[in-house]
């Protein structure tokens, strides 16, 4: 069964640095999120993406944080400058179509990411 | 505006049914789902309903929506030691383009052997 992938599984990293959560979607899906859950917190929001650009975005999605789909099959999210409190575990997620159905979003294992 | 709430916790016995309740503030909200996520994994879709539904079962599953009181349940018959995980109601909220989940903390479901 087609699943979405995520590498790292988790990544530990010094607070300012930047870095880049990959993500491999279903291969015929076309729209692509990002949420993050903090640790004992709901699971939030973050981007969706279709056709190469940023369809939606929350207010936790600030300039610090961009997506790219490098290639035909990578969907990845940069965090250019961490801070402590984006330690957390992101969650990527793809669906076929955009529409709310049942099927709308299969999730990823997730990546932890710790900010020290 | 949009939120879900759930209790946090819930510990059943082995073969007992487990009800993990929901509660939700925007009632035009037209699709609910519930996710399952087990320790170390992603969330998988467990199960949807529509909101012109009241019910719907699917073989263990079922699911009851009171539209009127926005609270949704998940009932898990016969329950067992692989059902313990945490279980998250979701709805994508109505709006032009939104189609983000919007996730309640979570239910921690424990089996008692």
């Known amino acids: 069964e087609p699943e979405v992938t995520q590498t790292p599984s988790h990544q530990v990293t010094q607070m300012g640095q930047e870095v880049i959560l990959r993500c491999v979607p279903i291969s015929n899906h076309l729209y692509f999120y990002w949420y993050r859950q903090i640790l004992g917190q709901k699971v939030e929001f973050l981007v969706s993406?279709?056709?190469?650009?940023?369809?939606?975005k929350s207010e936790i999605f600030d300039d610090q944080f961009s997506v790219e789909r490098p290639d035909g099959s990578n969907f990845t999210l940069k965090i250019r400058s961490t801070k402590l409190e984006d330690s957390a575990m992101y969650f990527c997620a793809s669906s076929e179509s955009r529409f709310a159905t049942a099927d709308t979003q299969y999730f990823g294992p997730g990546t932890r990411l710790t900010v020290l | 505006g949009e939120d879900v709430e759930q209790s946090l916790f819930l510990s059943v016995r082995e073969g007992d049914s487990s009800v993990i309740n929901c509660t939700y503030t925007?009632?035009?909200?037209?699709?609910l789902y519930w996710y399952k996520q087990e320790p170390g994994a992603g969330l998988q879709l467990l199960t949807y309903i529509f909101s012109n539904m009241d019910m719907k079962q699917d073989q263990r599953l079922t699911v009851l929506l009171n539209k009127k009181d926005k609270h949704l349940s998940l009932r898990i018959a016969d329950t067992q030691t692989g059902d313990s995980a945490i279980y998250f109601c979701?709805?994508?909220?109505?709006?032009?383009?939104?189609?983000?989940?919007?996730f309640g903390k979570g239910t921690k479901l424990s089996v008692i052997p």
């Open positions: 993406f279709y056709n190469n650009e940023i369809s939606e």
């Open positions: 925007d009632s035009s909200s037209t699709y």
């Open positions: 979701a709805e994508i909220p109505p709006g032009a383009g939104s189609y983000q989940l919007t």
